[in-house]
């Protein structure tokens, strides 16, 4: 038996499939399903494949993206090639279906199910599908969703499942991020996240308002790696020697990080991608959202003000991200210890973290193996 899983751009497509995977993992340990990842290169999802004995293909891949870029016009030519790739690596894969997360890296992938006639399951995450999506459903024989009101797609096809997070996630302990995130434990914590390529919009205004942060609140800032060499000594010059030991900068949280910052945190301020969402939910904790004002099919406003409406936390929009105003956002919501609370809980209600056991058996039952 075989599966072969492809989706990428950002480790957000990738993270739901590692869940997936696992859980698969767990409930059939059986060496006759063998799992291949197509997709285009990612770093850290390529090692994270490779402890689950899966067999990665990296292919090239082209996004399309809405704004003037040269950049289009070389991934015109990449599109196809990716395609004609996929197309050698399925056939002689030959699996029994594929599973595709979405995002331009599942397109040529995807595609090729189309001409192989190879079945194709489709998961979506976000409320408003991207084009890769989109395109891809029209052949899908079934849509795991994660909102109960995905937009654009067929309502026969759709099962809504939740997306997928990694249970470990769900592990974290605070006294490990003391110690792990060398945290002093005496303040309020703040976890800020950009996103898995982080945020220079969000870095830049926390710069700003960094030292009244700082009074009050321990912070925990995922930069994006590219960022990173940037913001720290930037951040490091603001508050001088004695504030820094509040201040705790990374270009990126690994799991074991992650799960134990997330478990110490207070309050999460984040970009509203699906996956950051139902991570955030899952470990229950209150949130303020910046959706990325640029995301396809404004999917982030969409996904962020569902989380919000279900009172799992706040919204700003990013042309109302001024300084003052979100400084005194933050303060207004950390101060409030029962509006917190609550936030908290309903944070709860959102999450979904049997979505990725549920799948799991889903493709189980699908390959009859159980």
């Known amino acids: 038996?075989?599966?072969?899983?492809?989706?990428?751009?950002?480790?957000?497509?990738?993270?739901?499939?590692?869940?997936?995977?696992?859980?698969?993992?767990?409930?059939?340990?059986?060496?006759?399903?063998?799992?291949?990842?197509?997709?285009?290169?990612?770093?850290?999802?390529?090692?994270?494949?490779?402890?689950?004995?899966?067999?990665?293909?990296?292919?090239?891949?082209?996004?399309?993206?809405?704004?003037?870029?040269?950049?289009?016009?070389?991934?015109?030519?990449?599109?196809?090639?990716?395609?004609?790739?996929?197309?050698?690596?399925?056939?002689?894969?030959?699996?029994?279906?594929?599973?595709?997360?979405?995002?331009?890296?599942?397109?040529?992938?995807?595609?090729?199910?189309?001409?192989?006639?190879?079945?194709?399951?489709?998961?979506?995450?976000?409320?408003?599908?991207?084009?890769?999506?989109?395109?891809?459903?029209?052949?899908?024989?079934?849509?795991?969703?994660?909102?109960?009101?995905?937009?654009?797609?067929?309502?026969?096809?759709?099962?809504?499942?939740?997306?997928?997070?990694?249970?470990?996630?769900?592990?974290?302990?605070?006294?490990?991020?003391?110690e792990l995130l060398k945290m002093k434990g005496n303040k309020t914590v703040l976890l800020i996240l950009g996103g898995s390529l982080g945020s220079q919009r969000i870095n830049s205004i926390i710069l700003e308002i960094l030292p009244d942060l700082i009074k009050n609140f321990e912070i925990i800032h995922q930069t994006g790696k590219e960022n990173f060499k940037l913001v720290e000594p930037e951040a490091k010059a603001i508050l001088g020697k004695e504030q820094s030991k509040y201040y705790h900068g990374f270009g990126f949280l690994n799991e074991e990080q992650l799960k134990h910052a997330l478990c110490a945190s207070d309050l999460v301020i984040s970009r509203a991608g699906s996956s950051a969402l139902f991570e955030i939910a899952g470990a229950k904790k209150p949130a303020i959202l910046i959706p990325l004002a640029e995301s396809a099919q404004d999917h982030q406003s969409k996904n962020a003000f569902h989380f919000a409406q279900m009172g799992g936390g706040e919204v700003i929009e990013e042309q109302n991200l001024k300084p003052n105003f979100f400084l005194q956002k933050i303060e207004t919501v950390l101060h409030n210890k029962e509006a917190m609370k609550i936030m908290g809980e309903n944070s709860a209600s959102f999450a979904k973290p049997e979505a990725a056991t549920k799948i799991a058996n889903y493709l189980l039952e699908y390959l009859s193996l159980i």
């Open 1 to 178: 038996m075989k599966i072969v899983f492809t989706g990428g751009g950002t480790m957000g497509h990738i993270f739901p499939i590692i869940a997936v995977v696992r859980e698969l993992r767990n409930l059939y340990p059986g060496e006759n399903l063998k799992i291949y990842y197509l997709g285009p290169k990612q770093q850290y999802g390529t090692l994270l494949f490779k402890e689950l004995d899966v067999k990665v293909k990296h292919i090239i891949t082209g996004k399309i993206r809405r704004y003037f870029s040269f950049h289009n016009i070389l991934d015109i030519f990449k599109v196809p090639l990716g395609f004609l790739q996929s197309l050698f690596l399925l056939f002689f894969t030959a699996p029994d279906f594929v599973y595709s997360k979405g995002g331009y890296g599942s397109f040529p992938v995807s595609l090729a199910c189309l001409f192989l006639r190879t079945p194709l399951i489709l998961q979506e995450s976000d409320v408003a599908p991207g084009l890769a999506s989109k395109i891809s459903s029209k052949w899908a024989v079934e849509i795991f969703t994660s909102f109960p009101n995905t937009e654009y797609f067929p309502k026969d096809k759709i099962i809504c499942m939740g997306n997928p997070i990694r249970k470990e996630l769900l592990k974290g302990e605070k006294r490990k991020a003391l």
